[in-house]
């Protein structure tokens, strides 16, 4: 509980027209009722509230309506005398929601006279002044071909009006084609006029945006993206996501909802959520990033199935997903991986990474240490730090998560206790099994039960991982896609019965884009990119103990 000589304004003001005793500190703006009677009545609602101040969106001031707005003659007399008549100012404040969701909510105070009301209004707008970590410029790019194809209407209506309420200016860019705000990022877009970019679609506009991000900051920095060996920079715009896709994984695992106007207010606030970001190379030629679902096999298939169906929106996932699962496609090839050691956390902890995340934040710590003594000994073996593992087999799924990937379809994700950012990646292996026991482990997405807890599936916390496929016409290691053969080779196998055996590649899908190589090389960078978000907020039992109030 703070003392209160931290308080930096304190008065009796008119809410609802009753009387309450208006506090404000650094850190919070709270009202409390005044009781006339001191007696306990145990059917009066709750009489004391407070907001933090890192969470009041603006503050407006207001006419009194007795006074200045009426027939204006009381307000005429104030302004022939040169006083400001207005007496009210209301506070727009976020205020929490079933299923994480955030709303802007407003309650107004009356003040006995106007010095004083303009008092609180500057009072508070100071303090809101005062926090750094807020935007005030953001770039905007707005995919219209996201998810349902709403995407410019939900900025319009529920994004826009609240960035103008906070003061926060915008340049919008709606893309003309795949890749467009790659590419701005990537070369023309004036960087250094803005606090973070804003992606209004789905997982695949937020990839772009990364990707764009990213390379800048390679460039700029004189470091090579095409090595993998190489360190990268982190950016220093943070990313705010309105969720206007099919999928919208990013969003909801780092929020807890896709829901835009939350979204709006986390950006508003100025949080801030640390990510990995998996680089993917083959042969030293960089392919991608991504953040959430690097998937061979399986989701690879459901992907490639589905991009020819991007015309029914988001179902187009559930078809394909029903109908890749009935193939029932199996995959040959070899993962290695390098096993994240003396790290805090495995894949199989009944724990979740929340906001504030312990885990992260120790083991994103204990990356960067051991990084910098590395850039100290250029001579060290920077794989000395574990042995690598190898894994050869015949697999119906092949899946990278960086974090949960929990989504609306599965809310609790393809790797439920993965953290956003503590440097690693779960390695999920699902070895070729029947369809009833394919099924079984599908479904456990949906359910309480461990997704884990079958003889056919395995899964490994790792910092880095290769996959090579193992060919259907010979055991070279080559790719055969680097020199067009894969796909002649794929269609006799898909297509002809008498060959009995399956297709020998599958794709990568990586955040929801078709990689152009089947063989790569994984790598985890730990913390290089920042989102305006805070991890998903578990409610817990000491929350009334930060609450004044509640003392
Ligand atoms: N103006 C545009 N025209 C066509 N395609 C675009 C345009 N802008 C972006 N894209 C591409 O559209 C693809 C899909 O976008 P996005 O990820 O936003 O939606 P989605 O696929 O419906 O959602 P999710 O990725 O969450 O499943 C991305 O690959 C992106 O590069
Ligand atoms: C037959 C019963 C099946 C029930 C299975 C439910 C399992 C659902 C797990 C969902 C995991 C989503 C992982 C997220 C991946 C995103 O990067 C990507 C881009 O948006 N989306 C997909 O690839 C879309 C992937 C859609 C998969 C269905
Ligand atoms: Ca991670």
Known sequence: ME?????????????????????????????????????????????CHSV???????????????????????????????????QAFTVLHVERCPQHRWRCAEVSFTCPEAALCQRWVTGIREQLAAIASRPKQLLVYINPYSGKQHG??????KVAPLFALAGVTTHVIVTEH??????????????KKFDGVVCVGGDGMFSEIIHGLIWRSQVDGGVDPNCADESLLPSSLRIGIIPAGST??????????????????????????????????????????????????FYGDVLTDSERKRWMGPARYDLSGVKMFLTHHYYEGTVSYLPARGIMGTPRDASRCRSGCVICQHNGRLISKKAERYQMDEETDREGEGEWKTIRGKFLAINAASMSCACPRSPK??????????????????????????????????????QFDLNFVEVHRVRRFCFTPRHCQSDSDLDLRENGKHQIFGQICRNHPACGCAPAYSSWNCDGEILTHTA????????????????????????DLTNPCAI
């Open 3 to 47: 003392r209160p000589s931290r308080l930096l304004l304190v008065s009796e003001l008119r809410v609802r027209n009753s009387a309450y005793d208006v506090s404000l500190s650094r850190s919070l703006l709270t009202w409390k009722r005044r009781t006339s009677s001191p007696v306990y009545h145990p059917f009066r609602p709750s009489v």
């Open 52 to 86: 933090s101040v890192s969470e009041i969106i603006s503050v407006r001031e207001e006419e009194e309506e007795n006074g200045c707005k009426d027939d204006g003659s009381w307000k005429k007399i104030n302004e022939r005398e040169g006083k400001d008549c207005r």
């Open 152 to 157: 410019k209407h939900i900025y319009e209506q």
């Open 178 to 191: 795949a890749n467009y705000a790659r590419d701005h990022l990537r070369t023309e877009a004036e960087l």
């Open 248 to 297: 919208d994984c990013i969003c909801f695992a780092t929020v807890g909802s896709n829901d835009p106007v939350t979204s709006a207010l986390h950006i508003i606030v100025g949080d801030s959520q640390p990510m990995d970001v998996c680089s993917v190379h083959h042969n030293n030629t960089f392919l991608r990033y991504s953040v959430s679902l690097l998937g061979y096999g």
């Open 413 to 450: 994700g393809l790797s439920p206790a993965a953290h956003l950012a503590d440097g690693t990646t779960d390695l999920i292996l699902v070895r070729k099994c029947s369809r009833f026991d394919f099924l079984r482990h599908l479904l456990r997405h949906t359910s309480k039960d461990d």
């Open 520 to 543: 790569i090389d994984v790598r985890v960078h730990s913390n290089l990119i920042k989102l305006f978000a805070r991890g998903i907020e578990e409610p817990t039992v000491f929350d």
